[in-house]
């Protein structure tokens, strides 16, 4: 755990907006992942993107858009420094209207090399809030993406 995070747990107040609190642990959670990930060159929004397309190969934009809880507009915008540095393939799928999304060979190096950071990440959180806790903050993290997706509320 770099320096500027290590032991520095400090009294925060609880809000009375879930919206909030949640809000303000997604600013600190990302800056400390993407603290971890300088060395690797990647934020955490892209690192998040290359393991999604290294998870699901040939995944379509709006599935993928759907999968991240991103609007195409900004999944776009998110895109483009991937497209650029040559480590995303898109083509045409059977509807020319759907755009599938995969890795190239210099994407999928890129995330095998930036993979070591964010495990280094996903560790240092998970021992700072320990075992439990972790488990029942990720579910309790895919339970409100799941009870709360727009058209299901």
Known sequence: MPNNFRNSERAVVRLPCACAN?????RVVTKYYDTLLRPSGLHVS???LLQALNNAPEITQKQLSELLEIDSTTLTRTLAPLREKG??????????????????TAGKREYKQALPYWQSAQKGLEQALGKE??????DAAVRAAGVL???DA
């Open 22 to 26: 949640l809000r303000r642990a997604g």
């Open 133 to 138: 806790t972790w488990d029942r903050l990720i």
């Open 149 to 151: 997706t727009e058209g």
């Open 87 to 104: 480590w995303l393939h898109s083509e045409a799928g059977a509807d020319r209207r759907e755009l599938r999304l995969s890795l190239t």
């Open 46 to 48: 892209q690192f998040t």
